[in-house]
């Protein structure tokens, strides 16, 4: 027959099996899928990422429909604390003024090992 596919055999179930990799993501706290004219949310759902060549997602929950309005609601980034501490280490460890490491700090979004990478990979 054209156009239809045979079932897997076992043995080939079995090899496809040892092939994928499931992954539960924890703490997921909401999905949504947006589409044209609305988006559906999915509160609190159960989500699995299963890979086998790509990335499969699989969510478990109900969902919500809702239209999308027409201006997108943007929240702003948080602002990072950044110690003194934190300022000092990153200076020591890349040899330059605190002004310097605080700046690098802001710009690697509070990741002191990228800050210092950042400082010693860049010309002062």
Do not use: C, F, W
């Not at 699995?48 to 997602?57: A, M, N, Q």
């Not at 110690?83 to 979004?109: F, H, P, T, Y």
Request: proline content about 6%.
């Amino acid at each position: 027959m054209m156009g239809t596919k045979r079932p897997l055999s076992p043995r080939e179930m079995k090899r496809l099996r040892g092939k994928m990799k499931t992954i539960e993501l924890d703490g997921v706290e909401e999905v949504i899928i947006r589409m044209k004219d609305k988006e559906i949310v999915i509160p609190n759902p159960e989500v699995s990422k299963i890979v086998l060549g790509g990335e499969i997602y699989q969510v478990i929950g109900t969902g919500i429909e809702r239209p999308i309005t027409t201006k997108q609601e943007t929240t702003p980034a948080p602002k990072i604390t950044i110690s003194d501490a934190d300022i000092k280490l990153v200076a020591e460890q890349a040899g330059v003024s605190e002004e310097l490491a605080r700046k690098a700090i802001e710009e690697e979004n509070g990741d002191l090992a990228a800050a210092i990478v950042r400082l010693k990979t860049k010309k002062h």
